[in-house]
């Protein structure tokens, strides 16, 4: 079993360290695992290092914000160089987009009649960009917000079992009330770089992706889709297996796993189809 794709606290919305996901990963047996941290590398050559000492198979890996026709789409880069310093001063420019993105979420919200400020996001995100996920943690701390309405499907409503990750949906995606288009690199773009760094791009969690654009980033170069994931139905996860195989490209199972904290429904390695055979055909394609 594997799961290609986990969040580490690298990401500014991961709960767990490195060395804690090896140990989790240890206990339920998975043969192998990939971080993909949200723009960051950072986490990967520690995951190396952790890889010998708990004799655990490790794949580095990221996963990138892009755009496509106003789009925010998410591509998963495996076996990318990830010690170039040109790949980290790429990264530096993701960086400086997300957070011109986080000060218009702020911005938003404040519009929204929300009460918080740029110190208390800092507060809870020290160092980080802060995430979705972020952002409820500081509206919900905020005496002035504790009778709002719009808060208590996330305490005790219908958006509380995971109400972080469903107030980012809910308020930061497309069309939603705090949306701020990032100004990130598009799709086609980020898919020719992921190439250029020697990695393999696939689309992560594409559910929410129409298959006609699915199929022009495939002409594009895109190398796979991440068909077995926790956003999937077991009809989804066939759907898009067939998909890839129709054109064929790569399948890949992740979780998307963050934390209880952040999403309490995602498990560790709890996937569909998380075959070790998916990651011998990304090796055999990458020439590992």
Not at 12 to 39: V, W
Not at 63 to 88: F, M, P, R, V
Not at 160 to 189: H, Q
Request: charged content about 25%.
């Amino acid at each position: 079993m594997i799961d290609l794709h986990i969040h580490t606290n690298d990401s500014s919305d991961g709960q767990h360290s490195p060395r804690e996901i090896f140990t989790m990963a240890k206990l339920i047996d998975l043969q192998a695992i990939a971080f993909a941290d949200h723009n960051s590398i950072g986490g990967v050559e520690e995951g190396m290092r952790l890889s010998r000492e708990f004799t655990l198979e490790f794949v580095p890996a990221i996963e990138l914000n892009t755009i496509h026709q106003g789009q925010d789409l998410h591509l998963l880069g495996y076996y990318l160089d990830y010690q170039s310093k040109a790949l980290k001063e790429w990264l530096k420019k993701q960086h400086e987009a997300k957070r011109h993105q986080a000060r218009g979420r702020l911005q938003r919200l404040k519009e929204l009649g929300f009460v918080l400020d740029q110190e208390d996001v800092e507060r809870f995100s020290p160092g980080k960009i802060p995430a979705g996920s972020t952002f409820l943690q500081v509206i919900m701390s905020r005496e002035e917000n504790k009778a709002d309405p719009r808060l208590k499907p996330y305490i005790d409503g219908d958006r509380s079992e995971s109400p972080y990750f469903n107030f980012y949906l809910d308020y930061f995606r497309s069309g939603k009330p705090a949306f701020v288009l990032l100004k990130a690199a598009d799709t086609v773009e980020v898919i020719r770089i992921v190439k250029g760094f020697g990695g393999i791009p696939i689309l992560a969690h594409p559910y929410d992706i129409d298959a006609e654009i699915i199929i022009k980033l495939i002409e594009a170069g895109l190398c796979g889709l991440e068909a077995y994931s926790s956003y999937h139905s077991t009809e989804q996860c066939e759907y898009f297996r067939r998909l890839a195989e129709q054109y064929g490209i790569l399948v890949t199972a992740g979780s998307d796993f963050h934390g209880c904290k952040y999403k309490p429904d995602v498990r560790l390695g709890e996937i569909p189809g998380n075959s070790y055979q998916l990651l011998k055909e990304l090796k055999d394609f990458v020439g590992e």
